[in-house]
């Protein structure tokens, strides 16, 4: 059986996202991991703000505004996930363990 014109078109349009994925989860672990490929200094402070900044791994019921009545902005909670969803991102290209992710603390180094 013959490949259809469309069939043909979504493979090649994989293919394609598939290499740029490739190529985008290297720029993304340029930037946080060291030669060895161990989470840098600077990508784990950078890390550990995303987190912090999406709410990630935090145990506070708060994470969300609420209106007079005690009900979840819906708006509020859209933008949360949203930044949740781009720091998913980030630790799915740069491969990291979970627990790892988990451990890394921001450190104020007094450069403020």
Request: net charge neutral; charged share 30%; hydrophobic share 40%.
């Amino acid at each position: 059986m013959s490949e259809t014109t469309l069939q043909k078109a979504q493979r090649l349009a994989n293919a394609a996202f598939r290499r740029r994925a490739v190529e985008l989860a290297r720029c993304v672990k340029g930037c946080f991991l060291d030669e060895s490929g161990i989470a840098s200094f600077e990508g784990e402070r950078v890390i550990a703000d995303l987190r912090n900044f999406a709410k990630l791994g935090s145990h506070k019921q708060h994470a969300f505004l609420r209106d007079l009545t005690g009900a979840i902005d819906p708006l509020s909670m859209a933008r949360i996930e949203g930044r949740r969803e781009v720091v998913n991102r980030l630790i799915d290209f740069l491969e990291l363990e979970p627990s790892t992710v988990r451990a890394f603390v921001e450190v104020d180094n007094g450069s403020e």
